[in-house]
Structures are given as C-alpha cells and as structure tokens.
C-alpha cells in the first residue's frame, strides 16, 4: 500500500510513546516487533534506522526516526486528530516537546547514570542542571492544564510519557504535586490505555 503505515518497535522501549500516539490518531498501522540484538542491528533494519534503535515508522515513503520527531510528524500526517494547535499557535507546543527530548531527557539520564556536570562545565551542557530543567518544567505546568495550553496535544504525550516514566520507573523525578496532577489528567485517556494493553500483550517478534 502507497501510503501504509509500519510501525517499528519492542513493547519494552520507547516505542510505547509512540504506541500511545498511534492509537490517538487512530489511522490504522501494521506493527512490527523488533528483539534487541542481532535483529536491531541487522541491515534490512539499519536501512530504516541506522542507530539499530526503535521506534520509527514508516509512513508510505517517509521514515521517521526519534520519538519526539515522530510524535510531531504524526500529529502534522493527520490533522484530523487535532493533536498540533494551529501553526501560528505553535510556540509553546514546539518549545516543550523539544525541551523533553533535549534537556529534559539529558537531565534524567544523568541522574540515572549518577553523572552531572560540575558547576563550570553547566555553561558547556545543554540542560545547565536537573535542578534548573526540573524547575523549568514545573513552572510551566503551573500555567495550564495541559504542556501547551488548555488542550491535549502529541507534547502531552511525550512529556507525559517522560514524566511518568522519571517518577515511577526510574525514580529519577521528584514526585512534585505538579507532575503527579498532570500526570493523573493523562493516565485515563482511552488511548493511552489502549496502547498499554496492547504492548503488555505483546511477547513475540512477528508483525500484527
């Protein structure tokens, strides 16, 4: 099909950030398992990606890579599922869903990895320090319901994804009144729960 839609993924990865987007779209896509290992690196699928790492997809001719990327792409794909505010509204949505992958993600990682900059190398790191981006992200969840406004956007789903996941799979997120509220006006949504179902379900490697 011209323009189908392959989903590249594990069900213990990432990818069920991208699940989740799917299943708020609600376009129908084929899902394709990939175990680590020799089949990440293999090179019918380092042609799709050539870190060897999922998510991605493939939409017709178009592959997308990176999470926060696709989330983006998907939401602009199918503007029916209004998950992008208008363009010219478009600053905070942009903002905040880079601002997860970037310092966000850099910042958690490190708290994993028991890393952090020094006070003069803070200048040289991208995410200065977890205390500042941490803070950064508190403030503005303060403002409104949701990351980039008072609606439900893909940003939601990204941060959200990052904030449940630093509060309850890691510990690496304090769990701040603001985080715990945001994330209990996400938990519920259909098709977040669709998307956990199906990747708790998922156990073998074969395309569905």
Not at 40 to 49: E, H, P, R
Not at 100 to 128: I, K, S
Not at 185 to 207: F, K, P, V
Request: with cysteine; proline share 6%.
């Amino acid at each position: 099909m011209a323009n189908e839609l392959v989903f590249y993924t594990n069900p213990m990865s990432r990818g069920r950030i991208v699940r989740w987007m799917l299943e708020e779209v609600g376009a129908p896509y084929r899902t394709h398992i990939l175990q680590y290992g020799p089949e990440m690196k293999s090179a019918d699928y380092l042609a799709v990606n050539p870190m060897g790492k999922v998510p991605a997809i493939r939409h017709g001719d178009v592959v997308v890579t990176e999470c926060a990327a696709i989330c983006a792409y998907l939401a602009d794909a199918f503007p029916e599922a209004c998950l992008a505010p208008p363009a010219n509204a478009r600053g905070p949505y942009y903002r905040w869903l880079f601002f997860a992958a970037g310092p966000f993600e850099a910042a958690t990682t490190d708290r994993m990895l028991h890393a952090a900059p020094t006070t003069e190398q803070e200048q040289m790191v991208g995410y200065g320090n977890a205390q500042t981006v941490v803070g950064a992200l508190a403030q503005a969840l303060e403002k409104s319901h949701y990351v980039a406004g008072e609606r439900f956007s893909a940003a939601d789903i990204y941060v959200g994804s990052h904030i449940q996941w630093g509060m309850d799979m890691t510990g690496m997120l304090e769990r701040l009144p603001v985080f715990v509220d945001y994330w209990e006006r996400l938990r519920n949504r259909q098709a977040y729960l669709r998307a956990q179902e199906i990747d708790d379900a998922m156990t073998g490697g074969s395309d569905a």
